[in-house]
């Protein structure tokens, strides 16, 4: 039956009469949301391929895909098959490749001397990647964890991370790798005085146009585990990386750090992990106004693959908003080993 008003409970009728507009002074939110044409006219962020850069795993041999138990869907790859990868890149459009080395036990020691040698895993993989793919961009990492038998990003001596000596032979190292054609240096051991010590080092060697990527402020997170598994040292490590590595806890000592690099001669800076750290991503690039990047580091990566086969997320439309979160906070790209199913995601638009 039909309600004249009288028997209506008085807060029914009162919130008949409210006028929605009166409230909103006509803004409505909603406007631009109804269609996605009009979403897509509006988006404030944009995600492209552009931004991405695929982070791999070297191993030695030919014809090696080595499955990562602890990063479903990624492999460890023979120089082959990097060069392969590498060309795929290209063809969806991914601007750089990173390149992380897992080398035999019998090129690791206490010094990480392996490091040195212009021919290593590393530098073939660059010599090779830069004849078959000459417009792809090589990044490649000085950091000793991969050469050396504890696990550690520089030289151990009496249970020390020594610095001096780790920054003389990381910018040694570096040379070489520009040597053999990488076109960005990006150093990830956190040791002090390192940029200054590369620039100078890369420009005495005449590679004034290679480009410096500091791991400007590298922290000590939990979520590594899955890369050290991929290069080899997650049986290897002994103690932690805390006495180099930043604390988790610690905004302002990373804005600081970050200024130093910037000091020293770095073109571009690096937040590592990412999501975590969206703070400082926005504090970088609002302070020094550099190219700022964000690394969305293994575990990161493992976790939502791990969510996706559970079924708990819908693995793409996560992995695509959390690459849109590192650009919101202020970044102009983002390490991530998702950069192949990123850039056929958005090839398809929407995104």
Not at 197 to 221: C, E, P, W
Not at 226 to 250: F, H, Q, V
Not at 255 to 278: F, H, I, S, T
Request: net charge negative; glycine share 8%; charged share 25%.
């Amino acid at each position: 039956m039909a309600s004249n008003g009288k028997n209506t409970a008085p807060g029914l009728r009162a919130a008949s009469e409210i006028d929605v507009d009166e409230i909103t002074g006509h803004r409505r939110m909603r406007r631009t949301r109804v269609a996605d044409w009009s979403r897509r006219l509006t988006r404030e962020t944009r995600l492209s391929v552009d931004d991405l850069i695929w982070p791999i795993f070297i191993v030695p041999g030919s014809n090696v895909l080595e499955p990562i138990d602890a990063m479903p869907g990624v492999n460890r790859m023979s120089v082959d098959k990097a060069v392969e990868a590498a060309k795929m890149a290209a063809d969806l459009g991914i601007p750089a490749l990173a390149t992380f080395p897992n080398v035999e036990m019998q090129h690791r020691d206490q010094t990480g001397s392996y490091a040195l040698e212009p021919d290593n895993l590393i530098n073939q993989t660059t010599r090779a990647t830069k004849k078959a793919v000459p417009n792809i961009g090589v990044i490649t990492d000085v950091a000793l964890d991969p050469f050396t038998d504890h696990g550690h990003d520089g030289i151990l001596r009496d249970g020390e991370i020594v610095n001096d000596e780790t920054v003389r032979q990381i910018a040694a190292a570096a040379v070489h790798q520009a040597d053999a054609g990488a076109d960005i240096i990006a150093p990830s051991d956190m040791m002090d005085g390192r940029i200054g010590a590369i620039r100078r080092a890369l420009d005495a060697a005449g590679h004034q146009n290679v480009a410096i990527m500091s791991y400007a402020t590298k922290f000590a997170s939990a979520l590594y585990g899955p890369y050290r598994e991929a290069i080899g040292t997650s049986g290897l490590l002994k103690g932690d990386k805390r006495t180099y590595y930043l604390d988790p806890a610690n905004a302002t000592e990373a804005v600081r750090d970050a200024g130093l690099d910037v000091e020293e001669g770095a073109d571009m800076l690096m937040v590592k992990p990412g999501l975590a750290y969206l703070d400082i991503c926005q504090a970088l690039k609002d302070t020094y106004g550099l190219p700022v990047f964000a690394y969305q580091v293994s575990g990161e990566y493992s976790m939502i693959k791990a969510g996706a086969a559970a079924g708990y997320v819908d693995g793409e439309r996560v992995m695509m908003e959390k690459l849109l979160a590192f650009k919101r906070a202020g970044c102009d790209g983002v390490l991530t080993y998702f950069a192949p199913e990123a850039a056929r995601m958005l090839a398809k638009g929407g995104w």
